[in-house]
T-cell receptor, first 114, second 116 residues
Framework: DAGITQSPRYKITETGRQVTLMCHQT?????MFWYRQDLGHGLRLIYY???????DKGEVPDGYVVSRSKTENFPLTLESATRSQTSVYFC?????????????FGDGTRLSIL | KNQVEQSPQSLIILEGKNCTLQ??????????LRWYKQDTGRGPVSLTI?????NTKSNGRYTATLDADTKQSSLHITASQLSDSASYIC???????????????FGQGTILTVHP
């Protein structure tokens, strides 16, 4: 089925380790986004991409790296995980810019860093 | 600083009752406002999007209103069902529109619990 899928759904790792969260969409949407969701905060944008090979920082990019070599994939890497990065991470996509079109979200990756 | 504040933080109602959730925003320049529903353990799903010129929009039992003058929006749920139990998130867009990226500001959400 078409949609946006995130993997893994749950991940436990240790501080200092590198971890990559995967996001795959089958709509060929131009825009893709990574958010984190924490208690006491609304969804906060980490990085976004307007097209393959085009990425830009969002509100809270420190400690994260993204790439987008193919339109359908947008992995998020924590190069050296810290406890403050424990969160639920959501990937989203939209056909056009987010001002014009609704975003379609994946079901999230719950990441715990010990 | 752009802000979106939602109230109440949480709400408990009985099945079949109506309820209204509030969203106040200070976002400039305003582009549109949307409501999302987020079920536990799932990603948000869009319910409605409203632009400056729209003051009411419905999606089944969900009706959103927008007052651009007072910068307030509400989401009214009619004849609530157990499946309406979720977090409802107000998101306001600022920017010029088109294909360029603009800023989305997310509220913290209202957690609605519907009891039988």
């Amino acid at each position: 089925d078409a949609g946006i899928t995130q993997s893994p759904r749950y991940k436990i790792t240790e501080t200092g380790r590198q971890v990559t969260l995967m996001c795959h969409q089958t709509w060929s949407h131009s825009y893709m986004f990574w958010y984190r969701q924490d208690l006491g905060h609304g969804l906060r944008l980490i990085y976004y991409s307007a097209a393959a090979d085009i990425t830009d920082k969002g509100e809270v990019p420190d400690g994260y790296v993204v790439s987008r070599s193919k339109t359908e994939n947008f992995p998020l890497t924590l190069e050296s995980a810290t406890r403050s990065q424990t969160s639920v991470y959501f990937c989203a996509s939209s056909e056009a810019g987010p001002l014009d079109q609704p975003q379609h979200f994946g079901d999230g990756t719950r990441l715990s860093i010990l | 600083k752009n802000q979106v504040e939602q109230s109440p933080q949480s709400l408990i109602i009985l099945e079949g009752k109506n309820c209204t959730l509030q969203c106040n925003y200070t976002v400039s320049p305003f582009s549109n406002l949307r409501w999302y529903k987020q079920d536990t353990g799932r990603g948000p799903v869009s319910l409605t999007i409203m632009t400056f010129s729209e003051n009411t929009k419905s999606n089944g039992r969900y009706t959103a209103t927008l007052d651009a003058d007072t910068k307030q929006s509400s989401l009214h749920i009619t004849a609530s069902q157990l499946s309406d139990s979720a977090s409802y998130i107000c998101v306001v867009s600022a920017g010029a529109g088109g294909t360029s990226y603009g800023k989305l500001t997310f509220g913290q959400g209202t957690i609605l619990t519907v009891h039988p």
